[in-house]
């Protein structure tokens, strides 16, 4: 059994064999869950920013009315984009 002890700031230092056997390397992500009564830990993969990208956009969408409601609100908008984009690049 690897023992672990937390510092004052909460932090852990994961024993260097089991970061070898995981191939957990500085500056990667974990995952922290509690699965019946324990901490469980586990490495993310090495594409974090996609998934924070999709993660983001998860969470702020799930308040969103969603695309379709959004088409259906602006089907009664009299709207003329192609006489706009025009208009822009005359301007231009």
């Known amino acids: 059994m690897n023992k672990v002890k937390i510092t004052s700031k ?40 996609k998934i924070k990208l999709i993660d983001y956009a998860y969470r702020e969408s799930r308040d969103s009315v969603g695309l379709l409601k959004v088409r259906e609100m602006a089907a009664g908008f009299n709207l003329n984009m192609a006489k706009q984009v025009r208009k822009i690049r005359e301007e231009e």
């Open 10 to 49: 909460g932090q852990i230092t994961i024993p260097k064999n089991i970061r070898e056997k995981l191939e957990i390397k500085e500056g990667m992500y974990l995952s922290a869950d509690i699965e019946e009564g324990n901490l469980v830990l586990k490495p993310l993969p090495e594409n974090m920013d």
